[in-house]
């Protein structure tokens, strides 16, 4: 049997239970009942993995592809994006080392005397691919409220 390929990671047991109607609906749409996958899981390890894995990827790229904002918040630095269809538009604000400000201690930290900057940069790769390598660097998914907040200091 051919080795699936996973684009992402498997998911991992409380992320299964998270999704269990997911999966079984899932399962259904590929024609496989509860005694199918019962039996499957018993004789057919591995097979049943597969589709572990191939529903793994089926969710991380709804996910994905529904993620409009990642921050990265570190004690002296903000880093968010905003992720567009081709693109992804950076917003960024570092403080001095010697200061006391610390981002994950206080994220309302009076940001007007700080340098915020931008930059952007086109996709190397397929757009949910760098999103995922994002998160597992560190960054995580958000709504948006830092990208706008140091956009209107800019």
């Known amino acids: ?28 749409i590929n024609g496989i009942t509860v005694e199918d996958w019962v039996s499957m899981k018993k004789e057919y390890l591995e ?43 950076l917003v960024g604000v570092d403080a001095p080392k010697n200061s006391n400000i ?10 007007t005397d700080l340098e915020v900057y931008t930059h952007s940069k086109k996709y190397n790769k397929q757009r949910e691919i760098e999103i995922f390598q994002l998160i597992n660097s560190g ?3 958000s709504k948006g409220e830092w990208f706008k907040k140091l956009c209107l200091l800019l």
Do not use: G, W
Not at 1 to 28: C, G, P, Q, S, T
Not at 102 to 111: A, H, K, R, V
């Open 1 to 28: 049997m051919n080795k699936f390929n996973l684009k992402y990671r498997r998911l991992n047991a409380e992320e299964l239970k998270y999704f269990e109607k997911e999966f079984i609906d899932f399962l259904v």
């Open 47 to 89: 097979k049943a993995e597969t589709i572990i894995e191939k529903f793994s990827d089926v969710i991380f790229e709804s996910i994905l592809r529904k993620t409009k904002y990642i921050d990265f918040i570190s004690p002296k630095s903000i880093k968010t994006f905003h992720c567009l269809p081709n693109e992804m538009v």
């Open 102 to 111: 610390d981002f994950t201690q206080n994220l309302t930290s009076d940001l």
């Open 139 to 141: 960054a995580q998914i």
